[in-house]
């Protein structure tokens, strides 16, 4: 590069505008810039928050396209097995004078788009309150009680049955070994032997008939002994204590 003086002979220092730390010469400003617009020249076009972005990956960009969707949107399907299921209806146990419980509120519809099952209320213990108990005096499971309800009571092993006498006397019956009764009209209680091959026994005697029951009776199934202990009958009855 020649060197430049100025008229007295002095080197006279030519300054040029450098931009960052490689070198290069600083761009001339554009005129149009803060002067409105030039004709022929079209505006610059605001292009949003995607116009910043620099290239992504395909999972990236999709994540990208998926948070710029509008709120408010289509709203989202409904996941497989979401589908509005009603509760399971039960059998309501008859009691006279028995007031009928309210039916529960059903809970506010969900503005979500996703229908979601109802849960059913949970039970009342009055829904089927003890009438009577059966208490295991001798055999296996000695000591144990199990609840006699209102109404019918089918006894056996298994865990379906309304009274279930599983303590580990296998000549029981799986099911429908005996049938204890509770008559709400009459106050009365009865058995009936189900159709199991062994036999029921009430005072030694052989259950063949529907027979009453009174209170503090045993009776032998298997190996196992029960006693009967009645709650409810002439001197008192849930009917009389219903809120």
């Known amino acids: 590069m020649p060197i430049k003086r100025d008229a007295d002979g002095n080197i006279v220092e030519e300054k040029t505008e450098r931009a960052g730390s490689f070198g290069r010469e600083a761009q001339p400003e554009d005129p149009t810039v803060g002067k409105g617009p030039v004709e022929g020249r079209q505006p610059a076009v605001d292009a949003g928050p995607r116009a910043n972005i620099a290239p992504q990956s395909g999972y990236e960009a999709d994540t990208i396209l998926a948070r710029s969707k509008p709120a408010g949107g289509q709203a989202q399907a409904a996941p497989a097995g979401a589908a509005d299921t009603a509760p399971e209806s039960r059998t309501r146990i008859y009691r006279p004078g028995a007031k009928k419980s309210p039916a ?129 009958g002439e001197r008192f009855d849930w009917a009389e204590y219903e809120q």
Not at 137 to 149: A, E, F, L, R, Y
Not at 158 to 185: K, W
């Open 104 to 232: 529960p509120e059903r809970p506010p519809e969900q503005s979500s788009g996703v229908e979601q099952a109802v849960e059913p209320p949970a039970a009342s213990a009055m829904d089927d309150p003890p009438v009577g108990w059966l208490v295991v005096i001798q055999g296996p499971g000695q000591g144990n009680v199990v609840t006699i309800g209102n109404g019918s009571n089918s006894l056996g092993r298994d865990p379906s049955e309304r009274i279930c006498v599983d303590f580990g006397d296998e000549m029981i019956s799986r099911r429908g070994h005996t049938t204890i009764t509770y008559d709400p009209r009459g106050k009365k209680f009865y058995i009936q032997h189900g159709g199991g091959t062994n036999l029921t026994y009430m005072e030694d005697s052989p259950v063949l008939l529907p027979t009453e029951l009174q209170g503090f009776s045993k009776i032998q199934l298997g190996e196992t002994v029960l006693l009967f202990v009645p709650l409810c």
